[in-house]
């Protein structure tokens, strides 16, 4: 993080690369992403009058995102830093007077509850966890916090083995497995144990639990000061099923727990209104397809008279808040990501499409924001195509943005202009929103080079939102074309379920169509096309070679390549066979198959990479290997990059985000027709 003083002085002296205004080197270059700042989980103080959040950039020694807790004053716009320290500082959240703030602190490798007192500024450990505390809230009166923990158990053995001599060095003991998710992406393999709810005194003391058992609870929302609810899953095959899940209200006397909802589906996310009487949740009937919408419900405190709020609004609701006698909701809305009022009586109205920002490697919606209880005004971080996530507030219906955090640096670069389109595809005219970044000194000529970047999920909604990667790649010369196919959230559920059992399908129409549209403007040179994508993206990047030899190469990072394989090794494997594929591998092979990218491996022609994390347990290693090899047994040219340490997110650390990209860029290179062509002549010459 830079220091403010740094700040200010950046927007006078600027950075020596680019204080000489005859320097040509304005690109967006790979170092820059450590030069990014963003805002993220702005939390207003009850009153409106003060925001916190956490202001997020790249650690060039630690190669990680670190945060520190900033405030601003609404109303005169002052701005400093409030909370920083070693490591990074998350989750800040007002205590329900606004003396105090509750926040996550590093200490050492792990996190801990800590209280700042707004007063003097002095701050404490409330205890020494030895696990990492999660879901911190207030209760209404101030006096305790609840919060979830992993609560290790006794590992599963079925020997006794003898102790190693004193000074021995022993192999370490097995590990035993008996749940059928015994390892998660970002996680690893699991170690015995759930996750539980505790509760501790806001002036520090022993945590005492309040949930037990081997079923793991969570996202603890205080129902009066006597009373938690607490979301789980006991369902009697909560392992086959695990989308399922309820409300249940614990009561802190006695810790007898009822449930508030039954319904074969999830319900989570409760929110409790000001007067306690009520009760808002998130959530849907289970009907066993890939993708359903999850909609706002209300309920009385004691689970009866259950309404959804949203059955007439035809997206889904991503986040929600209390304000006043109304609720704030998140949903992603036709390329953006808007904020909601809803009404009790379920009147939907938007406030703002302006929400976004906080996913600065890929250009997907992605946001937070936070009501204050007392005025009503929401603080929430604003997304753009030119830059990433700054805080604003909407007071009185209008939005002011507070922040400008990448000022010294984004205006003295030659930045990609993004611009909309939107397309008919050739599968039955379907219309189809896709953006183009256009590289700095863009003309229409017909000879720049393509890439077709595709958004993972494949239920996920990109829009017209900062992206580094995007940035980068138009900084060397390339139009990045990127899409909502069908099966894209943000357009209504039918528009996402149309490639439930049917993905990768008709999905490859829809890009497709955008390819052809963005060559009918005469943008890129029609021999001078690239495909790539990640997660959701890999698959279809590698359907799309199988399907067609229209682009030079092709990356595919993180793919499902063989759904058979998926099902069964994947950390989310339960969750394909049920809702995905809605079969066993063994009694129905021909749905994995006919759906697998491996079943087009003997189609392709494409030069084209297979890029995955080491530690990948969503897309396991296997799927990108198996591409990989097929692609070898059939003399396709290809290469196989393995990312060291890296989960399913290979972009999380900034050395791992300019990997990804520059070797993407480097396999274009290699057979970029035009570049060829200048080989040839220079070899001619």
Known sequence: MKPLRLICAAAVMMTPAIADENDSDRRFTAERVFDLEYA???????????????????????DKSVAEIWEIDVRSGDHRPLIDGEGSIASPRWSPSGDRLLYLGADGDKLQLRILYRDT??????????????????????????????????????????????GASWNKPVRVFDDMQFR????????????????????????????????????PAWLG???????GNDAPDAELDPIESEIYAVALGDLSMRALTTRDGPDHSPAVSQNGRRIAFLGYDD??????????????????????????????????????????????VDG????????????????TGDLGGTSITRPYAAGAFSAAANSGDIAFTVGSPDRPAEVGVLRGGRTQILTALNDDVLPYLDMARIEEIKVPSSFDEKEIEAWIALPPGFTADGTHPMILEIHGGPFAEYGPFFSAEVQRFAAEGYVVVYANPRGSTGYGEAFAQLIDLAYPGNDYDDLMSVVDAVIAKNYVDPERLFVTGGSGGGVLTAWIVGKTDRFAAAVSAK??????????????????????????????????????PLSLAGNVTTPTML???????????????????????????????????????????????????????????????????????SEDD
């Open 184 to 219: 998660f992406d970002g996680a690893g393999y699991s170690e015995e144990g759930e996750t539980h709810v505790y509760v501790i005194s806001s002036e520090g003391g022993t945590p005492r639990q309040i949930t037990s058992g081997d079923i793991s609870y969570d996202s």
């Open 40 to 62: 993220n989980d702005p939390q207003i103080s009850p009153d409106g009058r003060t925001i916190v959040y956490a202001r997020t950039s790249m650690d060039r020694m630690t």
């Open 287 to 332: 009907k066993l397809k890939s993708y359903q919408q999850t909609d706002l419900y209300l309920m009385n405190a004691d689970g009866s008279n259950v309404q959804n709020l949203t059955a007439n609004y035809d997206r889904s609701i991503d986040a929600i808040a209390w304000r006043g006698n109304s609720i704030v909701a998140q949903a992603e």
């Open 225 to 231: 000061d006597e009373t938690l609810l607490v979301v």
């Open 336 to 351: 953006e990501l808007a904020l909601l009022n809803v009404t009790t009586g379920g009147s939907v109205s938007s406030m």
């Open 559 to 596: 793919p499902v390549i063989n759904w058979m394989s998926m099902a069964l090794a994947s950390d989310i494997g339960a969750y394909v066979a049920r809702h995905w594929i809605r079969a066993d591998p063994w009694a129905d092979p021909d749905a994995y198959w006919e759906r697998s």
């Open 611 to 681: 890029m995955v994390g080491e530690e990948d347990w969503r897309t396991p290693t296997w799927e990108a290997e198996q591409f990989y090899s097929a692609l070898k047994l059939r003399k396709v040219d290809t290469a196989l990059i393995r990312v060291p340490g890296s989960p399913h997110l290979i972009a999380g650390r900034p050395s791992r985000l300019i990997a990804k990209t520059d070797n993407i860029m480097g396999w274009f290179e290699k057979y970029d027709p035009a570049k060829q062509s200048e080989e040839d002549a």
């Open 121 to 166: 500024g002095n701050s404490f450990s409330l205890a020494q966890l030895d696990e990492a505390p999660g879901a911190p809230a207030w209760s209404p009166d101030g006096r305790l916090i609840a919060f979830s923990m992993f609560t290790p158990s006794e590992p599963k053995s079925f020997a006794t083995a003898p102790k190693p001599p004193e």
